[in-house]
């Protein structure tokens, strides 16, 4: 069977994205049924792509030359696919409601497993990894990490971000030892001059000096093992969201570096983005004028806490002190509720939506109509933050019912099927690739080396998360080919068996 791949606006995703469709005024007026309506078009290109043929298995619908389709269906819930000559099938899940109109719009992506795609050049020569003896393969773990502007009142987050490397010597195998993996933010090498965490960081409990993370992890330095034994982490690293040169830039990049430990030859270099935002919006509802006063004022009013007045005498309190927060892995107090649930519990009924499809209500906190912090093949499907997390609504219930925040996150299998689930009791950005066409690579490769983090799965619409499969495939697909590791390895019918 070959693989299924759908491409919405440059990306591929993988198996059956099971979303609903939105619906939009016009279509039939009855309120027994509803249109489907949309434009095929084929991805590398953006051209329409006449005789497509869009169906629900009982009824379907031709495109026409603009690449346009018009279907008509009876109120209820389908799954419709997608086929043109040529082409990869695709397949989404759809809500028709009464007397209204969806619209399903597909961009198709033509197979990458046939020499045909490839005329008379094996794919081996195609990709520029062809002419490299190492590719790295990096990420950041989270896809956006958050820290504060201003640490003169309370601390939620402090500058932190994480970073993951696997080096690959093309045709050996993962490389773990006998190299130096190092890294560097060309545009970041001084993220004091941008924050005044460091002046505030003994207050919190963090004897953390300038430039140099809670962890001890400094701007620039050598990545260590993982504790897989299977690549190089750098933990904690104290990004901000500014570059030297005050530009506000959430996605800067690192350039890692392999050199060998004995010689010092450089090896391989890569890019990888390591995005962190300051974009909270607090001030959206707490004013743009003594915005964290107003939050220690309100938190003091509705918990009798003592919070401004801690502060007027110097004692500053990190939000974790109390509250437990996996992401720190600070306990809080008992009988204090988690941090992910005070907040969304709180703001539930408090929060709304802006109105734009850009800035759902979930970009009142998090990285944020700005920073568009979801990016990634999951939004370019459809998908919105409450299709994988639910709203504040359900995210508290399901806290109340004892979901471990961090630590219990949605699972990529209860979408896509076993074939592309994480390892059992682990999160995907642990998770290994298990179930490949060679045993031998089963447990090797991170999940997250091949399809990116969350938030920003390969295909991105920031740019600049593509870099890696750029470099070595010339596309922006996940990675697929498997001459970027393997000399002497055919493309297999589906990657994930």
């Not at 792509?49 to 009982?58: E, M, N, Q």
């Not at 696997?166 to 993996?181: A, D, E, L, M």
């Not at 409990?205 to 430039?211: I, L, R």
Request: with cysteine; hydrophobic share 35%; proline share 5%.
């Amino acid at each position: 069977m070959k693989q299924t791949v759908i491409k919405w606006g440059g990306m591929a995703v993988l198996a059956l994205f099971l979303a609903a469709c939105g619906s939009g005024s016009g279509g039939s007026t009855t309120a027994t049924s509803g249109t489907v309506t949309g434009v095929v078009t084929a991805n590398a290109t953006g051209t329409p792509l006449a005789g497509a043929v869009v169906s629900d298995g009982t009824a379907s619908a031709t495109t026409d030359a603009s690449g346009a389709y018009t279907l008509a269906r009876p109120v209820g819930d389908y799954t419709l696919t997608v086929s043109a000559v040529g082409y990869q099938n695709g397949w989404r899940a759809c809500t028709v409601a009464p007397g209204a109109t969806v619209t399903l719009d597909w961009q198709l992506t033509t197979a990458h497993d046939d020499y045909a795609d490839y005329g008379a050049v094996a794919p081996s020569q195609m990709i520029p990894a062809a002419s490299m003896n190492y590719v790295v393969l990096a990420w950041n773990d989270l896809g956006m990490h958050c820290s504060q502007d201003d640490y003169s009142a309370f601390c939620i987050l402090p500058p932190f971000n994480t970073l993951h490397a696997q080096v690959i010597q093309r045709g050996v195998g993962v490389v773990t030892s006998g190299i130096t993996v190092s890294y560097r933010f060309p545009k970041k090498t001084n993220s004091a001059a941008h924050t005044n965490f460091w002046q505030y960081a003994a207050s919190y409990g963090w004897a953390a000096a300038p430039n140099v993370g809670i962890t001890g992890t400094p701007l620039a330095g050598t990545m260590k093992v993982d504790a897989n034994s299977l690549g190089f982490v750098a933990e904690g690293i104290p990004l901000t969201p500014y570059d030297d040169d005050g530009t506000w830039d959430p996605y800067g990049t690192a350039t890692i570096t392999v050199t060998d430990s004995t010689t010092g030859a450089v090896l391989a270099t890569t890019q990888v983005v390591a995005p962190i935002s300051t974009e909270m919006n607090c001030s959206n509802c707490h004013g743009m004028t003594n915005t964290y006063l107003n939050i220690l004022q309100a938190h003091d009013r509705r918990s009798g806490t003592t919070l401004v007045a801690d502060r007027t005498a110097g004692a500053l309190h990190l939000c974790s002190e109390c509250h437990a927060d996996n992401a720190l892995g600070l306990p809080g107090k008992t009988g204090v509720k988690n941090l992910s649930l005070a907040m969304h519990n709180f703001h539930k009924d408090k929060v709304v939506s802006a109105g734009a499809s850009s800035s759902p209500a979930c970009y009142n906190c998090h990285p944020g109509p700005r920073t568009n912090c979801l990016r990634g093949v999951m939004y370019h499907a459809g998908q919105t933050c409450t299709d994988c997390h639910g709203d504040m609504t359900a995210m508290s219930q399901a806290l109340v019912n004892g979901r471990q925040p961090w630590l219990e996150e949605p699972r990529c299998g209860s979408c896509h099927g076993s074939g592309h689930q994480e390892n059992s009791g682990t999160l995907y950005r642990n998770s290994l690739f298990t179930n490949s066409p060679d045993p031998k690579m089963d447990g090797q490769i991170y999940c997250e080396a091949c399809h990116n983090s969350t938030h920003a799965e390969y295909t991105s619409t920031n740019p600049v998360d593509n870099g890696i499969p750029q470099q070595y495939q010339g596309d922006s697909y996940w990675i697929w080919n498997c001459y970027v590791c393997h000399t002497d390895y055919m493309p297999m019918p589906s990657m994930h068996q």
